[in-house]
């Protein structure tokens, strides 16, 4: 009895005193906007999953201080992705093409992305800017290779600042890729 008394009042005591860390927020790409057209209308693609190097391979959103030290990356503690930040843009490709238009005389060709670059960069502790790169490969074998860039300035200098961006920078690029494809992937 007097064993379960003790037991009783240090499982307690854990409880009351012991602090509970709240969860990481977790976020996407937010909801698909409109497609833009392309220039011309898109062939029929055969994509393949977005690879990406192994440290983009995680859900952690990725910011480098470069006012302090430009070689060192680092990851937000209470802020993740809900999925690689290659997995989120694989499935926001496939939500533009299905919104694209397509050539019905088009003969299919691949796509091969690889993500270089997903990371937010500090200038200063209260200016920031998202950078996304793209490589982009078309057709079998050695294809078409383009790279694609992009930068934009945080609307603010934390994850969600980082987030807004990162989802405006990723629909402005696919849609590059997606413009690149359907002009040089006509037979």
Known sequence: ??????????????????KTTAAPAVFDLGP????????????????????AP???ATPGIAYRLVYLNEFQAQF?????????PAA???ERLRQKVAQGGRNAAGRTVALRLELVEFEQRFSSPTQSEVRVSLRARLGEGAGLTQV???????????????????SEASDQL??????????????
């Open 88 to 90: 989120l843009l694989s």
């Open 32 to 51: 698909a906007l409109a497609a833009e057209r392309t220039q011309a209308p898109l062939v029929d693609l055969q994509l393949t999953e977005m690879s």
């Open 174 to 187: 696919l849609t590059q890729v997606l413009t690149w494809t359907a002009l040089n992937g006509k037979p």
């Open 148 to 166: 694609f860039e992009l930068v934009k300035p945080s609307p603010s200098a934390d994850a969600a600042g980082a987030v807004r961006a990162f």
């Open 76 to 84: 937000y503690r209470d802020s993740r992705w809900l999925a690689p």
């Open 1 to 18: 009895m007097l064993y379960a008394g003790a037991a009783a009042l240090l499982l307690g005591a854990c409880a009351l005193g012991g």
């Open 54 to 56: 192994p440290w983009l």
